[in-house]
């Protein structure tokens, strides 16, 4: 979605909107860490992050490389800086193309500073003098599929402080296709103010988005004022210097100076979104955002999502609208093992439905995260199905944040059934995902609602769990006995069984809108069950890698990965939303707190996951 798009539909609403800039660390770890609080801090509610751009070699790589992850696996709407230092006209067109593979559709065109070896900026093969030449590129080149966004400068650029020139410079930039202006940061309202009346008379219409930089410490804000030259009102420094040694008072005191500063741009009618530069630091922005109350809260709710997951910006999948259940909580592994699917999007699973999934050990997020001691410091060292199985419980409280088949801590729809989950995992049956059933929720319910206004949602009970061998059989038995129940079952390396009436998917979460015919998002069926097999499988194998070879701890997930089998239950009769705990109720695992016996070292390893394409079934129509 465009910037502009995003700014003219916040002021519809009538509320202010916001956005964050991070730029690449310098580290892999640095890089994993940054995805994760992008993830959190798309949660206080901002329209866009951009991602800056480093001029030249591994850190221009990294920009683009950010850009595609933030679009495609995080789903979060991105904007990519890109300078021309260092850039001739084929790596501005190579860093053009993977934005737009991306599915990113915004772009913040600078002209940058020097690089650190030179005391002048200099053009890369004479192409690119100035941003509105690249402004201009990228218009010919694309035409209207990038929202183009330039700089503002409210008190003067490094290396030129005439702002009669500035703004011609400006307007030029606009004329050759820019559509917004970001400033660079400041804290003075007033001279920004001067400053947005003159850019105004100067015929620039488009969006200003000033930049804010929220105060963390005040070595940092000192450093950073000094380093882009700008004014400190005089009261500030009065309120900040006796506390400089405080980073706690420092910041407390910085969030209501910072928030008063956006509210007096806010007050003068012309700017509707502010731009936070971040420095790939939650706590100070959050700070400032609450203390304007802008972070979601029961006053101020997040809008329902468009469906009950995150959608892919990666290109042609926006409007993707169906996925296999069996992905709820690993969200970036299913777009990467279906990234190559040439069908996307196609708005019903059936007729887009592909062999295609994604090899194992190549696809991006599939595989257990974080380091073996990271794990071993997580989740223990268990020695017997008890202890995994209080690991299990430990998450359903929301005492841990992910388990090896979730990424993420259990949603609020869990609540519900909470105490059952509980139950069924201290009894040995182990549950690696779930949903209530839902039965005509409004789409604006808080906890159940997604898609458009005025519309109502529904889902049937669904339970996905991992059943040891001696339960296996009695669980199969009771769910077959009720004739609302299906189920697939399955071992990591034996065949499918199951009871569905077909090979055709099965609808467990549907909508109905005004206008539109019925949405179903996500769906249980035979093909994606056996990708996901596979996965699920390998991340318990990795889990077990966390140990060493022999211990006991290894040897008890080993075993599990090999003996047991992994369940699906879905209650097709959604007015029932109890009807599998009932069917389960009773069932133990005897001699859960036995401790299990290390194997020696050389039968200690895990068999490899098959990483064999599945295969193909026949396309069939949605049941609901």
């Known amino acids: 979605m465009h910037i502009r798009d995003m700014i003219i539909e916040a002021d519809k609403d009538g509320k202010p909107s916001f956005s964050f800039e991070y730029f690449p660390p310098k580290t892999a770890q640095g890089v994993q860490n940054l995805y994760e609080r992008m993830e959190r801090m798309h949660l206080f509610g901002p329209k866009f992050i951009d991602i800056t751009w480093g001029a030249g070699g591994h850190v221009a790589e990294l920009t683009a490389e950010m850009v595609t992850q933030a679009q495609t696996y995080f789903g979060l709407e991105t904007c990519m800086h890109l300078t021309c230092t260092d850039m001739g006209e084929e790596a501005v067109n190579d860093a053009l193309r993977r934005a737009y593979k991306a599915g990113c559709t915004n772009i913040l065109a600078l002209r940058g500073d020097p690089p650190r070896d030179q005391e002048t900026w200099e053009a890369t093969d004479g192409n690119f003098c100035y941003a509105r030449d690249l402004v201009r590129h990228i218009r010919k080149t694309y035409g209207d599929h990038f929202d183009i966004g330039v700089a503002g400068y409210p008190e003067g ?25 970001v400033t660079q940061m400041f804290y003075d309202v007033e001279n920004f103010l001067r400053w947005l009346k003159r850019v105004r008379e100067r015929g620039i219409a488009v969006p200003v988005l000033p930049g804010i930089m929220p105060i963390a410490t005040y070595a940092s804000f000192m450093r950073r004022v000094n380093h882009m030259g700008c004014k400190i009102p005089k009261h500030w420094e009065a309120v900040l210097e006796p506390v400089k040694n405080n980073d706690d008072a420092v910041r407390e005191i910085g969030k209501t100076l910072v928030a008063q500063l956006c509210r007096d741009i806010l007050a003068d009618g012309d700017v509707k979104h502010l731009h936070f530069y971040t420095m790939n630091l939650a706590q100070a922005t959050r700070m400032v955002l609450d203390e304007l109350d802008w972070l979601p809260s029961a006053d101020r709710p997040r809008p329902p999502p468009a469906l009950p997951w995150k959608q892919s910006l990666g290109l042609g999948r926006r409007e993707e609208a169906v996925r296999p259940i069996f992905w709820r909580n690993r969200g970036k592994s299913y777009v990467s093992r279906t990234a190559d699917w040439d069908e996307f999007p196609n708005g019903r699973w059936g007729d887009s439905r592909s062999p295609a999934f994604g090899d194992l050990g190549s696809a991006y997020g599939v595989g ?31 005492e841990i944040s992910s388990l090896p088949w979730s990424e993420s801590p259990l949603t609020g729809e869990a609540t519900q059934i909470q105490k059952d989950l509980i139950e069924l995992n201290q009894h040995g049956l182990l549950t690696i995902n779930s949903q209530p059933a839902v039965d005509s929720a409004p789409s604006s319910d808080p906890v159940h609602g997604w ?25 199969i038995a009771r769910v077959q006995a009720h004739p609302h129940l299906t189920y697939h079952a399955v071992t990591w390396k034996g065949k499918l069984e199951t009871n569905a009436p077909g090979d055709g998917p099965n609808a467990v979460t549907w909508g109905v809108f005004p206008g539109k015919e019925i949405v179903q998002p996500t769906i249980v069926e035979n093909i994606s069950f056996l990708a996901w097999k596979d996965e699920a499988f390998q991340l318990g194998a990795d889990w077990s890698r966390c140990f060493e070879a022999g211990s006991p701890s290894r040897t008890l997930i080993r075993k599990m990965m090999d003996e047991w089998h992994i369940v699906t239950i879905v209650n097709n009769d959604f007015h029932q939303p109890r009807t599998i705990f009932e069917v389960l109720s009773g069932l133990r695992l005897p001699d859960i707190d036995k401790e299990v016996e290390p194997e020696p070292v050389e039968a200690a390893a895990a068999p490899a996951a098959s990483t064999k394409p599945v295969k193909e079934a026949q396309a069939a129509p949605i049941t609901a």
């Not at 005025?454 to 009695?474: R, S």
């Open 368 to 398: 257990l995260p974080g380091t073996n001691a990271q794990n071993r410091a997580k989740w223990g060292e268990p020695k017997s199905i008890a202890d995994v199985a209080s690991i299990f419980v430990r998450y359903l409280k929301g």
């Open 157 to 181: 650029s490094d290396d030129n402080k005439d702002e009669d020139k500035l703004l011609d410079h400006l307007k030029e930039k606009v004329d050759a296709g820019a559509s917004f202006i």
């Open 451 to 475: 898609g458009p206004p005025n519309g109502y949602v529904y889902q049937k009970a669904y339970l996905e769990l991992l059943v040891p061998p001696v339960l296996y059989a009695e669980v």
